[in-house]
Each structure stands twice: as C-alpha cells, then as structure tokens.
C-alpha cells in the first residue's frame, strides 16, 4: 500500500494535503467546538483545563490542490479552542470571562517537520504561547513519550485527568495496544481520536508476519493464520478480520466508549478508521453527531438502528469487487435510522415492562447505533405520538411529553401493545 509522506523544510515547498487530511480536520474542529460548549453549560463555571495531546502532529502547514494555504492538526486545534471559547461567551452571553486552560502538546519523530511547525506557530500568533509553555513541541515517537506526556496530564490536572490524544499515525502500528491501555488506565477522562489504516495492514498481513505484527502492535488473537492463509480466505474474510481487530483494539483499551467510522477515502487509497475511544457517553454523542455533520465523507459499513454490527461488517463487501451501498450519514441513513429505530424499542421495552429511564436505554445501546441520542429522542417522541410507548416521571406518573424527554423520564410500552407483542 502507498503511504504518501508529508515532508516539511522551513523555506521549502509545503506538502499538498490529502483530502481525507483535510476531513479530518474538519471533524477534528468541530468536534472540539462542540467539545467544549457540552463541557461549559454553566454561565458560572470558571475555568475548563484541558490537557490535548498531538502525537503525530507534523510541520503545522500545508497547500491544497487548488493552491490555497491550509492549516495542519495543531493549528486546526488552537482555532477550535479559539472558537470554543469566543462561543461560549456569546452563547451564554457572559459578562465574566471563562479561563480556558489547555496546554497542546506536539510531538513529531521528524525534527524538521517540529522545527517548521515552530515557524508556523509564529507566524500565526501563537509565540507567546511556545514560550510561556502553553505549547509544547516534542521531537521524537508518540510511543516513547507517552508515559512523559501521561505525566504531565496527572500534574496538570490530578482530580480529572482530561486529556485529549490525537493519534494520526501513518498506517496501524505506531499506537501499540499496551499504550492505549496505559493511557485510559492512568487517566480519568481520556480521549482519543485515533488513525488506523485498516486495508493497508490487511494488505500486508500474511503468516508470515503475524507474529512480529502482534509483538509490534500488542494485538494479538484478532487474526488467526488460517484467516492470513489464502487458500480459506471466503468473501467474507476481510470483513471478519476487521470486526475481530476492532473488538480487540476497542475493548482492549480500556476505553467504556467508542465509535468505528470511516474516513471514506480518495481514490486508490484503502479504507481507514477515524476511532474515537472515550470514558462518557457524552464524548461518545458528541464525536457521532461530527459524523452526521460530515455525512458526505464518512461512513459505516454496517445497518442502523442499535444493532449495527448484526449486519455489520459483513454487509460491505459480497465478493471482494461488488461494495454493497454504506451508512453514509445522509438523509436516506437518517431516514432508516428513524425507521429502524421505532421497529427495534418496542422490542427491547417488551423485554422490560417495568420501564427503563431514557438514559440508561440510550447509554446501553450508544456503542452500537450509528444514531446520536436526539436521533433515538426522535424515535421515542414517535412512537409516543404514535401511541406505542408511554412516558413517565420518576415518581411513576404519567407525562405529557411532546419535544423533550428528560434523561431520568422513563419509557415503557403500553399496555395494549404488549398485549399484541405478547399475544395473550
Ligand atoms: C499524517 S502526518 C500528520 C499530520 C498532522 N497530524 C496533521 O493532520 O496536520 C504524520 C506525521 O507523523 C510523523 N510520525 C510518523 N511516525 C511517527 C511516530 N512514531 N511518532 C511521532 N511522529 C511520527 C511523521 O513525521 C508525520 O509528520
């Protein structure tokens, strides 16, 4: 597979962005707007500290096809935390400032591309901040500076340990498993926005090199040689071994949240994951609605609704050249989310006729829909409209809802309907 390098020399020409760079960013920008105004809801709170770790961060700059000047991850970064704040003033119309208190760390293994981030980082008004220490630039590999890094969240912020890692590797094995896990075990509210270029290690596995990929990568028993060994290989293995990866990386971190989009990518390159691994379902709701938001670019290889690995990822490919439609965030996965959805609650409230709180239905089911939680409070206020469904307060009454559920509002079928559900 192709790995197209970013190369940068201060003075030299700068390195055309990929498109899919460019997605990225985009996602990257508005998913920490959005970041920071779920954080900050009270007019009164003072300071938000945030620690944001760029492990793979590169010279800050780049040119697109068109020939316009583009900004790299740490610059996109510093805007968003920019506008996070200027939103946050405005929106709650605050006459006492907010401190945001967020250190960005970027490290790089190439010493140049550091040294041209540095220059950038002048040139756009952020000097100040190189020497006050609010930005830190590290020449070296993310994995060897991870404990240092991890440490310096501690020191930062020892009761909450929010961090940030944007870990935009160039293929599959610059983040070992082992270091994912140090990180969501040593901290208390991680987060990270991981690369993972899944067709290309496919590509390259073979049995042959399985063992040293799992002694690489610490990912060891989601690929098996007979899946590695071409003469087993069915239709469907490619879409099997992804799966397996996935579940491996996902739980193997330790993280209680996570998402499996792609980046859907430019021609002649493979299919790449943009993982986002988290500690609150919050985090988690917010990085899905990024995903609606950049429907054209990104999608999901499996069915709506809350079980979307039932087809999962066996529903991509039915021979390895006849890509079956993907989940692409639209309008039509939208309107088959909403429809899914309004099938599948009755079914799980049929199983729990006591009730279950709002909350708890979405936050059970959140690592396996593709929808955010106003999507499923959509379905719900439905199917209440629809007579389906009823809602009650916590004290067991019954409620009137029509454009809001609550998280603590409880959802329980009808009686009729469990009548026919049940047929008795
Ligand atoms: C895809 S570019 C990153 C671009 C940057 N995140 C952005 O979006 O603007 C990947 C960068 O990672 C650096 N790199 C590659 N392997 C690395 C490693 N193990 N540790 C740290 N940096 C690495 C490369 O030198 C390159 O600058």
């Known amino acids: 597979m192709p790995v197209t390098h970013y190369e940068w020399s201060w003075g030299g020409s700068l390195p055309e962005i990929l498109r899919h760079s460019e997605v990225k960013h985009s996602l990257l920008r508005d998913y920490l707007v959005d970041y920071f105004l779920t954080l900050v809801t009270s007019p009164a709170q003072e300071k938000?500290?945030?620690?944001?770790?760029?492990?793979?961060?590169?010279?800050?700059w780049y040119v697109s096809k068109s020939g316009r000047e583009v900004p790299g991850s740490p610059i996109v970064?510093?805007?968003a935390v920019d506008e996070a704040?200027?939103?946050?003033?405005?929106?709650?119309?605050?006459?006492?400032?907010?401190?945001?208190?967020?250190?960005?760390i970027c490290i790089d293994k190439d010493a140049s591309a550091v040294e041209h981030l540095r220059q950038v980082l002048e040139q756009q008004g952020y000097g100040e901040k190189l020497r006050s220490g609010e930005i830190e630039t590290l020449v070296g590999e993310f994995d060897?500076?991870?404990?240092?890094?991890?440490?310096?969240?501690?020191?930062?912020?020892?009761?909450?340990?929010?961090?940030?890692?944007?870990?935009?590797?160039?293929?599959?094995?610059?983040?070992?498993?082992?270091?994912?896990?140090?990180?969501?075990?040593?901290?208390?509210?991680?987060?990270v926005i991981l690369t993972f270029n899944v067709d290309a290690l496919l590509n390259y596995l073979s049995e042959g090199n399985l063992r040293s990929f799992e002694r690489q990568t610490g990912l060891d028993g989601a690929v098996s040689s007979t899946d590695m060994d071409k003469r087993y290989r069915g239709p469907g293995w490619r879409v099997r071994v992804?799966?397996?990866?996935?579940?491996?990386?996902?739980?193997?971190?330790?993280?209680?949240?996570f998402t499996p989009f792609f980046v859907r990518p430019d021609r002649g390159h493979g299919d790449f994951w943009l993982l986002h691994l988290s500690q609150h379902w919050k985090a988690r709701d917010v990085m899905a609605h990024a995903h609606w938001k950049h429907h054209n670019h990104f999608v999901?290889?499996?069915?709506?609704?809350?079980?979307?690995?039932?087809?999962?990822?066996?529903?991509?490919i039915d021979d390895e050249e006849r890509p079956q439609a993907a989940f692409e965030f639209d309008d039509i996965?939208?309107?088959?989310?909403?429809?899914?959805?309004?099938?599948?609650?009755?079914?799980?409230?049929a199983q729990r006729r006591e009730g279950v709180r709002f909350r708890d239905f979405f936050v059970e089911r959140v690592?396996?829909?593709?929808?955010?939680q106003a999507m499923v409070e959509q379905a719900v206020l439905s199917l209440v409209r629809e007579r389906e469904i009823e809602v009650l307060g916590d004290n067991g009454s019954l409620r009137h809802v029509k454009k809001a559920l609550q998280d603590d509002h409880v959802l329980r079928l009808r009686d009729q309907r469990s009548l026919l559900l049940f047929g008795s």
């Open 333 to 349: 996965a939208s309107k088959s989310s909403l429809a899914s959805m309004m099938e599948q609650i009755p079914q799980v409230l």
């Open 144 to 191: 060897q500076n991870a404990e240092a890094v991890i440490a310096e969240v501690r020191r930062r912020s020892p009761r909450s340990g929010r961090a940030l890692f944007v870990l935009d590797q160039y293929g599959y094995n610059q983040v070992p498993l082992p270091t994912l896990k140090q990180i969501f075990a040593a901290l208390k509210q991680p987060e």
């Open 48 to 60: 938000i500290q945030l620690t944001i770790v760029d492990g793979f961060c590169g010279g800050g």
């Open 242 to 257: 992804q799966a397996n990866l996935y579940q491996r990386l996902t739980t193997g971190s330790g993280a209680r949240f």
């Open 77 to 79: 970064i510093l805007q």
């Open 85 to 104: 704040k200027a939103r946050v003033m405005q929106e709650q119309q605050r006459r006492k400032n907010i401190l945001f208190d967020v250190k960005l």
């Open 300 to 316: 999901h290889y499996g069915a709506s609704g809350f079980d979307m690995f039932s087809t999962g990822y066996a529903a991509k």
């Open 367 to 372: 690592n396996t829909t593709p929808a955010t």
